[in-house]
Protein backbone atom coordinates (compact mmCIF):
# COMPACT_ATOMS: atom_id res chain seq x y z
CA UNK A 1 0.00 0.00 0.00
CA UNK A 2 1.25 3.51 -0.96
CA UNK A 3 2.44 5.31 2.33
CA UNK A 4 -0.56 8.04 1.85
CA UNK A 5 1.50 10.80 3.13
CA UNK A 6 -0.78 13.46 2.79
CA UNK A 7 -3.50 11.94 4.57
CA UNK A 8 -1.30 11.54 7.47
CA UNK A 9 -0.28 14.53 7.98
CA UNK A 10 -3.41 15.41 9.23
CA UNK A 11 -5.22 11.90 10.48
CA UNK A 12 -3.83 9.64 12.76
CA UNK A 13 -5.65 6.33 11.11
CA UNK A 14 -8.09 5.73 8.05
CA UNK A 15 -11.28 3.95 8.21
CA UNK A 16 -12.29 2.36 5.13
CA UNK A 17 -15.74 0.98 5.42
CA UNK A 18 -18.38 -0.80 3.27
CA UNK A 19 -22.23 -1.92 3.80
CA UNK A 20 -24.45 -4.31 2.09
CA UNK A 21 -28.25 -3.67 2.27
CA UNK A 22 -31.76 -5.12 1.52
CA UNK A 23 -32.06 -2.21 -0.74
CA UNK A 24 -31.23 1.32 -1.44
CA UNK A 25 -33.88 3.50 0.95
CA UNK A 26 -31.67 4.47 3.46
CA UNK A 27 -35.30 5.16 5.55
CA UNK A 28 -36.80 1.65 4.92
CA UNK A 29 -34.05 -0.65 3.80
CA UNK A 30 -31.38 -2.32 6.66
CA UNK A 31 -27.74 -3.30 6.47
CA UNK A 32 -26.77 -6.82 6.48
CA UNK A 33 -23.17 -6.77 6.35
CA UNK A 34 -20.74 -3.51 7.23
CA UNK A 35 -16.71 -4.25 7.13
CA UNK A 36 -14.12 -1.59 7.81
CA UNK A 37 -10.17 -1.70 8.39
CA UNK A 38 -8.17 0.44 10.29
CA UNK A 39 -4.86 2.25 7.94
CA UNK A 40 -2.31 3.50 10.47
CA UNK A 41 0.90 4.76 9.41
CA UNK A 42 4.18 2.50 8.80
CA UNK A 43 7.71 2.87 8.43
CA UNK A 44 7.53 3.03 4.62
CA UNK A 45 4.37 2.43 3.45
CA UNK A 46 1.03 2.53 5.15
CA UNK A 47 -0.43 -0.60 6.95
CA UNK A 48 -4.08 -2.54 7.71
CA UNK A 49 -4.09 -2.64 11.66
CA UNK A 50 -7.21 -4.14 11.92
CA UNK A 51 -9.75 -5.69 10.00
CA UNK A 52 -13.52 -5.94 10.90
CA UNK A 53 -16.54 -7.54 9.19
CA UNK A 54 -20.02 -8.97 10.55
CA UNK A 55 -23.09 -9.83 9.00
CA UNK A 56 -26.33 -7.78 11.00
CA UNK A 57 -29.72 -9.66 12.30
CA UNK A 58 -32.34 -8.43 10.26
CA UNK A 59 -35.13 -6.25 12.56
CA UNK A 60 -38.15 -8.47 13.33
CA UNK A 61 -40.15 -6.95 10.33
CA UNK A 62 -37.11 -7.05 8.24
CA UNK A 63 -37.01 -8.71 4.87
CA UNK A 64 -34.16 -9.87 2.43
CA UNK A 65 -35.19 -10.25 -1.01
CA UNK A 66 -34.62 -12.96 -3.48
CA UNK A 67 -32.45 -10.78 -5.88
CA UNK A 68 -29.75 -9.50 -2.64
CA UNK A 69 -29.40 -13.00 -1.61
CA UNK A 70 -28.66 -13.38 -5.45
CA UNK A 71 -26.27 -10.65 -5.90
CA UNK A 72 -24.73 -11.17 -2.00
CA UNK A 73 -24.61 -14.71 -1.68
CA UNK A 74 -26.38 -14.17 2.04
CA UNK A 75 -29.04 -15.37 2.97
CA UNK A 76 -31.49 -15.24 5.79
CA UNK A 77 -30.33 -17.94 7.55
CA UNK A 78 -26.97 -16.09 7.50
CA UNK A 79 -28.39 -13.56 9.30
CA UNK A 80 -30.38 -15.13 11.42
CA UNK A 81 -27.73 -17.74 12.59
CA UNK A 82 -24.35 -15.49 12.70
CA UNK A 83 -26.00 -11.89 12.45
CA UNK A 84 -25.18 -9.50 15.35
CA UNK A 85 -27.67 -7.43 16.84
CA UNK A 86 -27.77 -3.40 15.27
CA UNK A 87 -27.29 -2.09 18.87
CA UNK A 88 -23.94 -4.56 19.02
CA UNK A 89 -22.91 -3.12 15.38
CA UNK A 90 -23.30 0.62 16.93
CA UNK A 91 -21.26 -0.07 19.68
CA UNK A 92 -18.50 -1.52 17.01
CA UNK A 93 -18.74 1.30 14.90
CA UNK A 94 -17.66 3.53 17.47
CA UNK A 95 -15.12 2.41 18.37
CA UNK A 96 -14.00 1.65 14.73
CA UNK A 97 -14.85 5.47 14.34
CA UNK A 98 -13.14 6.97 17.34
CA UNK A 99 -10.21 9.03 17.49
CA UNK A 100 -8.66 11.30 15.11
CA UNK A 101 -10.01 9.55 11.82
CA UNK A 102 -10.97 10.21 8.29
CA UNK A 103 -13.81 8.18 7.18
CA UNK A 104 -13.33 6.58 3.65
CA UNK A 105 -15.54 4.94 1.57
CA UNK A 106 -16.67 4.22 -2.28
CA UNK A 107 -19.81 6.48 -2.64
CA UNK A 108 -19.64 7.25 0.70
CA UNK A 109 -22.75 9.15 0.82
CA UNK A 110 -24.97 5.82 0.14
CA UNK A 111 -23.01 4.05 2.98
CA UNK A 112 -23.05 6.84 5.12
CA UNK A 113 -26.22 7.56 4.57
CA UNK A 114 -27.06 3.94 6.12
CA UNK A 115 -25.15 4.45 8.84
CA UNK A 116 -27.07 7.94 10.03
CA UNK A 117 -29.77 5.58 10.23
CA UNK A 118 -28.52 2.78 11.99
CA UNK A 119 -26.42 5.17 14.53
CA UNK A 120 -29.95 7.13 15.13
CA UNK A 121 -32.19 4.15 16.19
CA UNK A 122 -29.58 1.31 17.48
CA UNK A 123 -26.61 4.23 18.55
CA UNK A 124 -25.50 7.81 18.93
CA UNK A 125 -25.50 9.50 15.13
CA UNK A 126 -22.26 11.76 17.05
CA UNK A 127 -20.36 8.84 16.14
CA UNK A 128 -20.69 10.81 12.65
CA UNK A 129 -20.34 14.51 14.37
CA UNK A 130 -16.95 16.13 13.13
CA UNK A 131 -15.43 12.84 11.40
CA UNK A 132 -13.89 14.37 7.84
CA UNK A 133 -15.40 12.19 5.00
CA UNK A 134 -13.42 10.93 1.48
CA UNK A 135 -15.69 9.87 -1.27
CA UNK A 136 -13.28 7.88 -3.69
CA UNK A 137 -15.64 7.75 -5.75
CA UNK A 138 -15.93 11.15 -6.66
CA UNK A 139 -12.08 10.81 -7.15
CA UNK A 140 -12.38 8.70 -9.74
CA UNK A 141 -15.30 10.60 -11.68
CA UNK A 142 -12.04 12.77 -12.04
CA UNK A 143 -9.64 10.20 -13.16
CA UNK A 144 -11.78 8.23 -15.45
CA UNK A 145 -14.71 8.86 -18.09
CA UNK A 146 -17.98 6.71 -17.58
CA UNK A 147 -18.75 3.61 -16.06
CA UNK A 148 -17.66 4.35 -12.49
CA UNK A 149 -18.60 1.42 -10.49
CA UNK A 150 -15.60 -0.14 -8.24
CA UNK A 151 -15.57 -3.07 -10.96
CA UNK A 152 -14.37 -0.57 -13.55
CA UNK A 153 -11.73 1.25 -10.93
CA UNK A 154 -10.58 -2.01 -10.39
CA UNK A 155 -10.00 -2.89 -13.57
CA UNK A 156 -8.47 0.44 -14.87
CA UNK A 157 -5.87 0.29 -12.18
CA UNK A 158 -4.84 -3.09 -13.37
CA UNK A 159 -5.94 -4.37 -10.01
CA UNK A 160 -7.96 -7.77 -11.14
CA UNK A 161 -5.61 -10.07 -9.58
CA UNK A 162 -5.19 -8.89 -6.70
CA UNK A 163 -8.29 -7.96 -5.24
CA UNK A 164 -12.34 -8.58 -6.89
CA UNK A 165 -16.05 -6.35 -6.74
CA UNK A 166 -17.96 -9.02 -5.04
CA UNK A 167 -20.82 -7.51 -3.24
CA UNK A 168 -19.54 -8.99 0.07
CA UNK A 169 -18.28 -6.31 2.28
CA UNK A 170 -14.71 -7.29 3.22
CA UNK A 171 -13.48 -7.69 0.00
CA UNK A 172 -14.96 -4.35 -1.26
CA UNK A 173 -13.14 -3.29 1.33
CA UNK A 174 -10.10 -4.31 0.79
CA UNK A 175 -10.67 -3.23 -3.47
CA UNK A 176 -11.30 0.03 -2.37
CA UNK A 177 -8.04 0.36 -0.03
CA UNK A 178 -6.37 -0.94 -3.27
CA UNK A 179 -8.00 1.82 -5.71
CA UNK A 180 -7.43 4.36 -2.95
CA UNK A 181 -3.53 3.28 -3.26
CA UNK A 182 -3.32 3.44 -6.63
CA UNK A 183 -5.03 6.59 -6.88
CA UNK A 184 -2.38 8.05 -4.27
CA UNK A 185 0.39 6.65 -6.87
CA UNK A 186 -0.98 7.99 -9.63
CA UNK A 187 -1.91 11.58 -8.23
CA UNK A 188 -1.57 12.58 -4.15
CA UNK A 189 -4.59 14.97 -4.85
CA UNK A 190 -6.70 13.13 -2.28
CA UNK A 191 -6.52 15.48 0.70
CA UNK A 192 -8.27 18.36 -1.55
CA UNK A 193 -11.30 16.09 -2.21
CA UNK A 194 -12.26 15.50 1.56
CA UNK A 195 -15.61 16.65 2.42
CA UNK A 196 -16.33 16.92 -1.26
CA UNK A 197 -18.84 14.85 -3.04
CA UNK A 198 -19.69 15.14 -6.90
CA UNK A 199 -23.29 13.97 -7.88
CA UNK A 200 -24.17 13.25 -11.06
CA UNK A 201 -26.18 16.68 -12.30
CA UNK A 202 -28.79 14.86 -14.31
CA UNK A 203 -29.89 13.13 -10.95
CA UNK A 204 -29.01 15.20 -8.70
CA UNK A 205 -28.19 14.13 -4.52
CA UNK A 206 -30.28 10.97 -3.37
CA UNK A 207 -31.46 11.48 -0.20
CA UNK A 208 -30.74 13.94 2.35
CA UNK A 209 -27.30 15.78 2.17
CA UNK A 210 -24.55 15.64 5.17
CA UNK A 211 -23.99 18.91 6.75
CA UNK A 212 -20.52 19.14 6.74
CA UNK A 213 -19.23 17.76 3.08
CA UNK A 214 -19.82 20.00 -0.30
CA UNK A 215 -21.66 18.79 -3.12
CA UNK A 216 -21.25 19.68 -6.57
CA UNK A 217 -22.25 18.58 -9.90
CA UNK A 218 -19.85 16.64 -11.40
CA UNK A 219 -19.18 16.00 -15.15
CA UNK A 220 -15.61 14.30 -16.46
CA UNK A 221 -12.91 16.92 -17.21
CA UNK A 222 -9.31 15.77 -16.55
CA UNK A 223 -7.99 19.24 -16.95
CA UNK A 224 -10.20 20.51 -14.06
CA UNK A 225 -10.53 18.55 -10.87
CA UNK A 226 -14.18 19.27 -9.10
CA UNK A 227 -11.65 20.93 -6.23
CA UNK A 228 -10.82 23.76 -8.66
CA UNK A 229 -14.55 24.37 -9.70
CA UNK A 230 -16.47 27.00 -7.82
Known amino acids: MSDLRNLFLKYDR ?12 FERD ?17 QIAEQYDELVALSP ?12 GITPEDLEQRGIRKDKLCQDIARLFAGNTLLIA ?15 GFGDVEVLKGKDKLDLLTVYKDRRSYPHKLAHAIKAYDLEDLVVNS ?11 AVMAAMYREKCDLDSYIN ?14 ISSVTYKPQRFDPWFPLYKTK
Not at 61 to 72: N, W
Not at 106 to 120: G, P, Q, T
Open 14 to 25: LVVFDTETTGLN
Open 30 to 46: EIIEFAAVVIEPGEDEA
Open 61 to 72: VGHLPREIVELT
Open 106 to 120: YNAHFDLSFLYYLLF
Open 167 to 177: HRAIADVLATC
Open 196 to 209: LFGYNPKYGVSGKR
